[in-house]
């Protein structure tokens, strides 16, 4: 019932005076890319370009919570709708969205996290977003896949060796299985991205791109673990394939960019190799 709701949130943002103001990203994405492998998740993740208020922030989300929809069922409870700094992300600065809805007498919680600012390089796109009922289309502004590949190695970059996000990794992956990436895009988007973030390209590749870091076997366990609790059939249990397959697919990109050279190369979905 959370997906039902951040769906119907969705439509309500895009028929508000808001559109413009947010790009959805995050694991709700795979949805609208058709991806089969689609990750369940609790937050629903959005960039915003507005001012970093939580005042004003809970301001907004009234006005799209008001939008009316007879034909879903949903209200929701703008009375209820809380906002907090998020600090459990350090790849960026945002605040978390905590509100009720009803549908009919369930009671369901939503979860929105909004980081500010971020560089959307290619551009975001406006999309019909699919609907797991018969209800109207929303219609959003989108990351691109680039964008969020090159947001998740930035991440990859910034935590090193204490990073925990398996979920990065298992997107990463199904990304990199399920769709085809065009090189000089990926490389614009790891560069803009790099540049908005104070993110350094090294000669160096990043400790989450080396054998060692998939090696570690309370990493590989907690791996295991992860797919098991989660239900994901779309990465392999064995935590080194999958660091063989994202070594693949973002080795190249880096290194060209880390020696100034264009990468113009092809992706194929399954995973590649870079053409």
């Not at 969205?97 to 939503?110: C, D, E, P």
Request: glycine content about 8%.
């Amino acid at each position: 019932m959370q997906r039902y709701a951040a769906e119907r949130f969705l439509y309500r943002l895009g028929e508000s005076p808001h559109q413009q103001r947010f790009i959805l990203k995050g694991a709700m994405l795979l949805a609208l890319w058709g991806g089969s492998l689609y990750r369940a998740t609790r937050d629903l993740d959005l960039t915003g370009y507005t001012k970093d208020d939580p005042a004003g922030l809970v301001a907004i989300m009234r006005e799209i919570c008001a939008v009316p929809c007879l034909a879903d069922g949903l209200g929701f409870e703008t009375e209820t709708i809380e906002v907090e700094p998020i600090r459990d992300k350090e790849e960026y600065h945002g605040f978390r969205v905590k509100l009720r809805a009803l549908l009919g007498t369930a009671r369901i919680r939503l979860q929105i996290d909004v980081g500010f600012g971020d560089s959307v390089e290619p551009p975001a796109r406006e999309e019909e977003y699919p609907t797991l009922l018969d209800g109207p289309a929303p219609r959003v502004r989108a990351y691109p896949r680039e964008v969020v590949v090159a947001e998740k190695l930035h991440a990859m970059v910034v935590l090193g060796e204490g990073n925990s996000r398996l979920k990065d990794f298992y997107d990463l992956y199904v990304l990199s299985h399920q769709f085809s990436f065009e090189g000089e895009r990926l490389a614009r988007a790891i560069v803009a991205t790099f540049e908005h973030r104070r993110g350094e390209i090294s000669a160096e590749l990043p400790v989450a791109l080396s054998p060692r870091f998939y090696a570690d076997e309370s990493r590989a366990s907690r791996w295991r673990t992860y797919l098991t609790r989660d239900q994901l059939p779309g990465a392999p249990a064995d935590f080194s394939a999958v660091g063989e397959s994202l070594q693949r697919f973002l080795s190249p990109p880096w290194r060209a960019l880390a020696d100034r050279e264009v990468f113009r190369r092809a992706w194929a979905p399954g995973g590649g190799p870079w053409q």
